[in-house]
């Protein structure tokens, strides 16, 4: 299951407390102040993995705390710092505290989301000339809590953009070795699929997005919840069905245009091209041309299925990349 969305709860460590204690030793009528100090608690640490691309194992688990440092004691002894929880999340992630942004992940770090409290200092730390039986120590520092959500944006080149069945995961099989679900009905693709192809000496990642339809910018169908993938991407290619004729190419084009920009006038303002496909069942071979001279755009025409026209739209991607 993909899940990009997602709240986590996660609390730090207390530092443990700082002890008062005196040495008593056989024959030693006055022993010193031999109280230790506290451990420190532990941290959460949110870091970001190549390996990781979904956040669907938060599904199951949401609150995330850490132990307590212990507490400092006689002779000098310091008390164990705790462990910190590191919480694995995907590239691509954003973290935000309400409305504010704690941290985006656009390559692999770690980014502690709240800090163990200090340990506290026993009574052997404030002996001084002046004050050599000191009876006082400290508490460890509190711990942090925060409520966290999380939301992943995915990393990708070049994005595939189009209504439903326009054959968009038929091309990205086509261009890699992603298998995507494949079928001859509407929203067949419920969550993005990514593909890696090597084209020349270049590589890159391509991003199926879920079908757009028109009003996915107010949020209809699936648009909404997808169109935040194509955020990152370089390129975008808008996948259209030729099959349908040249005034549904074009209001689908329209349509497509339209949804991008209502959500974002960054996402209308990427480079893009006009990608015809199922031109096997399209019998006006110059239908591109026609288009082309109509929005004033690069257009392919192509068969996803049976894999013609395929090089020159890998030609252009990798000229736009160079």
Known sequence: MFIDRTKIYVESGAGGDGVVSFRREKFVPKG??????????????????????????FKFKHFFKVKNGENGGSNNKTGANSRDVIIDVPLGTVVKEGDNLLHDFLKEECVVAVRGGKGGRGNATFKS??????????KGGEREQKELSLELKLIA???LVGLPNAGKSTFLSAISRAKPNIAPYPFTTLSPYLGYVTYKEDDFIVADIPGIIEGASKGKGLG????????????????????????????????????????????????????????????EKNIGDRIKREIQ???????ALKKRGIEQVLEWIYSQRK
Do not use: W
Not at 44 to 50: A, E, G, M
Not at 129 to 138: D, F, G, K, L, V
Not at 241 to 248: L, T
């Open 157 to 159: 080149d070049v994005g």
């Open 129 to 138: 000339a002046t004050n050599r039986t000191p009876r006082i120590s400290e």
């Open 32 to 57: 010193g102040p031999d109280g230790g100090n506290g451990g420190k608690g532990g941290d959460v640490v949110i870091c970001s993995r190549k390996n990781v691309n979904t956040l669907y194992h």
């Open 224 to 283: 909404l919840e997808f169109l935040k993938h194509i955020e990152r991407t370089t390129l975008l290619l808008l996948i259209i069905d030729a099959s349908n004729g040249f005034e549904e190419i074009k209001k689908t084009y329209n349509i497509l245009i339209t949804e991008m920009k209502n959500y974002s006038e960054k996402l209308s303002q990427k480079k893009s091209c006009v990608v015809l496909n199922k031109m096997d069942l399209v019998e």
């Open 297 to 303: 755009c690069d257009v392919f025409s192509i068969s």
